[in-house]
């Protein structure tokens, strides 16, 4: 069973940075996908970063201020988001892609706003 415990939400002007973290818990490979999906109010959930197997994708609207990098030997992914824009404002849940089974965490809260 794979558990993931996500951190580092919060309110923020527009302009400002936050780093998002998610441990994982279980069965880990570095071999599998691991990210950040984000659901904005009214709007379907989108991926916003994956990486895994030497591979990273970006949401083409974050790309130049969002960074995501993974911590392998403690199960860890991170989001650096950097020149927070109003539309950034979701929740933001972590992703473990494993098997054909996606493991999700609770989410945490990024409100941007002035």
């Known amino acids: 069973q794979v558990q993931l415990v996500e951190s580092g939400g919060g309110l923020v002007q527009p302009g400002g940075s936050l780093r998002l973290s998610c441990a994982a818990s279980g069965s880990i490979s570095s071999f599998d996908a691991m990210g950040w999906y984000r659901q904005a109010p009214g709007k379907e959930r989108e991926l916003v970063a994956m990486?895994?197997?030497?591979?990273?994708n970006l949401l083409g609207s974050v790309k130049g201020r969002f960074t995501i990098s993974r911590e392998n030997a403690k199960n860890t992914v991170y989001l650096q988001m950097n020149s927070l824009k109003l539309e950034d404002t979701a929740v933001y849940y972590c992703?473990?892609?494993?098997?054909?089974?996606?493991?999700w965490g609770k989410g945490t809260l990024v409100t941007v706003s002035s």
């Open positions: 992703n473990y892609y494993s098997g054909g089974r996606n493991y």
């Open positions: 990486t895994g197997g030497g591979v990273t």
